[in-house]
């Protein structure tokens, strides 16, 4: 969630089981995992022993690099979208939506975000929660912490922040699963979003991503109206027309910056009752003999701070799209 990088759609791809923990580990991989533990007792005034007794159980494992490397989002559109763009997937959130409504109108009108869009969301992440994790939390923030040079300061800061929630929320740190990238729950939220935007909503005093529905819709809810998204408005709208692209900046993850008219005048064709202020950026999607253009407005970039990447952020559009779809009437629904 914030920095969300490479890792809440994580859940939705099995890793090998060839794949074998402890190999190929680093020389300095205890090292550093020692001195980290002295500096979290130090810093945060955590016992050492417990550390040390709780560090001494993680193992590395080769197969969670190997899977860093090859994340989905290198795919191209046209092979991206079918793993999560599907009608199984529509079913599943209409099933989601219908059993979870009272909630999801609850957290709706509490912030401001769709009901479809919250429960895209745990669609796209973990199929309404039936695959949220095989790997321990533990062993996959250690191993991307202290064997994952290109992104290990992110990750030593995720795994300091995994062991202040498990000693805030009762979390027993050996026996928690995730991603390989360490996101937690059925929302899959990494521990820093855990910490900074998770929500207590069903007042029971503690917050569970794994268990409480009620959390876990409030909480992604939450997410986004923290983000910035805008009740009421457009998310992403189809450009069509053929259009001069040359002054774009396509697939790049910005905030909108270039205003409709400027689409407008480059020859691409808009709804009319899109303002000409409004604000946008151009979103690129790679088809198998063409390309698609759609105009990315700030709700699609707020989905973005959710996982940083068009592909995803289009993903979960759509799929709410296909589950609204199949809603009854929504003040049938939703009782408004």
């Not at 979003?193 to 009620?214: E, H, P, Q, T």
Request: some cysteine.
């Amino acid at each position: 969630m914030n920095c969300r990088i490479l890792f809440l759609i994580s859940a939705i791809f099995l890793l090998p089981d060839s794949a074998t923990a402890g190999a190929t580990q680093p020389t300095d991989f205890n090292k550093k995992l020692s001195e980290f533990a002295h500096r979290m007792a130090n810093k945060h005034g955590l016992k050492l022993q417990f550390l040390q007794q709780q560090f001494a159980k993680i193992e590395y494992r080769q197969d969670i690099i190997d899977a860093m490397n090859r994340p989905a989002e290198h795919k191209p559109w046209h092979e991206y979208r079918p793993i999560f763009v599907t009608a199984e997937r529509a079913d599943g959130g209409v099933e989601f939506l219908k059993k979870n409504r009272q909630i999801l109108q609850k957290a709706e009108k509490k912030w401001g975000v769709p009901a479809e869009i919250i429960t895209a969301i745990i669609g796209v992440e973990t199929r309404y929660g039936g695959f949220t994790g095989r790997h321990r939390v533990l062993d996959a923030l250690s191993t991307l912490a202290f064997a994952y040079p290109k992104r290990g300061a992110f990750f030593e800061k995720q795994l300091e922040q995994f062991l202040l929630l498990a000693q805030e929320q009762q979390i027993d740190m050996q026996t928690a699963k995730g991603s390989y990238a360490g996101a937690i729950g059925m929302p899959q939220f990494i521990p820093g979003s855990y910490r900074s935007y998770a929500v207590d909503f069903d007042n029971d005093g503690r917050i569970d991503l794994w268990n409480s529905k009620a959390d876990i819709i409030g909480s992604v809810a939450h997410y986004f109206q923290r983000h910035g998204w805008k009740n009421g408005e457009e998310i992403v709208l189809p450009l069509k027309g053929e259009a001069d692209i040359h002054h774009f900046e396509p697939v790049k993850l910005k905030k909108p910056d270039t205003r409709i008219a400027d689409f407008r005048i480059a020859g691409f064709q808009l709804d009319s009752s899109i303002n000409n202020k409004t604000l946008a950026y151009l979103v690129e999607l790679e088809q198998p003999e063409t390309k698609e253009y759609w105009a990315g407005l700030n709700n699609f970039y707020v989905i973005t701070r959710y996982n940083h990447s068009n592909l995803y952020a289009m993903a979960v559009y759509q799929l709410s799209q296909l589950i609204d779809a199949k809603l009854p009437t929504r003040s049938e629904l939703l009782d408004y």
